[in-house]
């Protein structure tokens, strides 16, 4: 076995110090913290499309199951049509769960804007059934313009939070609202609407603003699409739940949820708490916003929406701090005092009430965090300090050299800005590999200063080419390690390598840390198609893979207190690949279990492909779009993919007339029994069967003979011996002749 390499190799067994973030109080975990250093792409999805049996013909094959590939496939799993020789017939298959196809979600995705129909169908698809019912009902409801806002708060909301009791869609509502309404008071900002709902397409809104240049010009800017949504529409700042809050509720340390409260029973929402809060003794914010004309005076004269809300959160706050350190910022307002995390996260909150997107900056390793807000670019604020556009003050005045300074999303995705804040720069770029030099994607790779031990700096997770870049700082010492599911460098749990001491402005360096194992996944053999003496059945697929999920972990959120999973950011990169094979169903359990395999048609991994492979008599066939060459990365998916048979005496474009139909299922979800209707045209002989989504057969009710006319079947969701069947995804067969139907069940219990 080869040893875990690492270029300019040096290591330290010296422990990570989890360093109290003293401005906020919250500790940091290093197990639970991933950073994500690559930009964003905007991908397009279209949505899934139902199982279509009898779409129209090709020549004379006739679509029997057509799907949409309008689906994100995670890392490890295959999704596919499986084709059962014996019973003649196909069904999807899917190793990673169930194919939504849910009328209320797919009509979501489609109304909502193509640039975030990705991130809102991966979301979507994350939920239990009744939160993504009802969150994609929210979308369907909302009237134009606020269709897009909420979409965007509903795609970007961690599925934790959105499975949970916290989850209030009114407030979603209400904060999409409120932005517009406010915005006709102010007069230095508007709405713009660029399309809607109803025209649908890459539709958007932002905001337009004026400001004062450094000659006392007035110019109008607008503010990027990327940046109105995350650091103005976005209901949560950063580490704390998106609720709403009873500010007379003195906040618990640990959960941080103890006051949620609903909106009649004392809960407020903090753009409208802040907004127009009036307690007879301090300055009201509206008051103080409705006067200004500009959101900044870069000539330094006073008026502007910046300098006024830094007076008035000067009027409301003091730095100052007792044993409650809450993270709600409407719970920081009532109590009106705070260190530099409070003070950080209320500026954000005051700064997006006043409709200027805003966000926080921090610096784990020299305990600091503080603002930039948007005016035609970032710009670097601390109204603790009266700073404004000085970025290097610390450095230059506080004496301080920054490790990575970064920019916190609400969603807890970190960026790099250490560019701004440090005269001096340089880029560490990490590879992590496994024994075979395959790069590993979804690999957790830690950054720490060393200063008589390593502190926590900043952290990252591998993309598919197993890299991640880190922007720091001058002159410091460096040290890191990589974790990954199935091994670690250094192998010995919390110590760290050298990578360079005194980092030089300008400079690069470069790493590569090699785990001392193979990543898990299957050998694949291309093997001949065997020969098919008749034109009966065959596969076809035509796909495209957009791009890929680059996931993390935060570091940060309040969410813990469900003792759920961990929570994840996300952000979507370009290119991707995938594989499709045709496997006989050995093959299948082999590929699934991540051993060696045979393939009968390979081709991967690719970023698009068609493939046309015609089924031989005498086995079960899967037609597979694989993606087990990644270890945790997600790959989104467009394109088709069918299961067609051969017909010569077809020579309308329609196929004939179905002898019944499968009208209704109720209730479908269901827990202890659900009833499937029949509609004959004729007498017939039914065929009626339950199917798992391993394609294995879990109930025959044996053949029928049913009259014409309306008919029920009831199940209960047993087996053929009775058994009571876990909760999951069943389908349901049904046949009369060459008719044969398919409909899904879902079984929940």
Known sequence: MKKPALILLVSALASLS????????????????????QPEA????????????????????????????????PAGEQFGIYFDNKEQFANPYFTGGSV?????????????????QAELHKTLLQLDYYPRMHFSTLIINAPDPIVDEIAFCVATASPQYL???????EL?????????????????????????????GDYYSTTRYWKKDANGQFQQVTVPREIYYWYLVNPKITDEIQAYIDPNIVENNSTHSNNIAAPWNGGKFWRSYFYDFDDDVHPVLCDTLTQCLSVFNRDGSPGDAIRAITWWINQNMSFTSNNERPHQPVRIFAKRFGRCGEYADFSSAVARTALIPCTNISSVSTDHTWNEFWEDGWVSWEP???????????????????????????DGLFSPVTERYSEGVATINIQVVDQDMQPVDAARVVLAIFESSPRFDCEAYTDNNGMVSFKVGENRDYRARTETMFGQYPAIPGTYTQLVANTVNGETYNYQFQIAAPMPQPTIEALATPPDPEQDYRFTVDFQSLGYFVTGRTLWDDIDVLGAPARYYQHVDDPSTV???????????????????????????????????????????YALLDNSHRHGNAVLLSGTLAFEYWNTAVSDPQLPAAVFSLDAIAPNPFSEKTRIGLQLKEPAEMGLSIYNLRGEKVREFGAQKLSSGQQWLEWDGRNDHAEALPSGVYFLKASAGKDVQVRKLLLLK
């Open 18 to 37: 989890a360093a109290p973030r003293g401005l906020t109080s919250r500790e940091i975990v290093i197990e639970d913290a991933v950073v994500v250093v």
């Open 42 to 73: 905007v991908l397009t999805i279209p949505a899934p499309a139902p199982a279509n049996p009898g779409s129209g013909l090709r020549e004379n094959w006739c679509p029997l199951l057509e799907m949409s590939l309008g689906f994100v496939l």
């Open 100 to 116: 939504v196809n849910e009328s209320h979600y797919r009509q979501a995705v489609a109304k909502a804007p193509t640039w975030i």
């Open 163 to 169: 499975n949970s009791s916290f989850a209030n869609p």
């Open 172 to 200: 979603f509502t209400e904060n999409a609202e409120w932005i517009y309404s406010v915005a006709s008071q102010l007069p230095y900002v508007e709405i713009v609407d660029v399309g809607s709902a109803a025209t649908g």
């Open 384 to 410: 603790v300090n009266g700073y404004l556009n000085n970025p290097l003050v610390y450095e230059n005045g506080w004496g301080r050299v920054f490790g990575s300074v970064f920019e916190e999303r609400s």
């Open 579 to 621: 594989s499709f094979l045709v496997v006989d169903a050995d093959n299948a359990i082999f590929l699934d279990l991540d051993n060696f395999c045979s393939a009968y048609s390979y081709t991967g991994p690719v970023a698009s492909g068609n493939a046309v492979f015609d089924i031989p008599a005498g086995q079960n066939w």
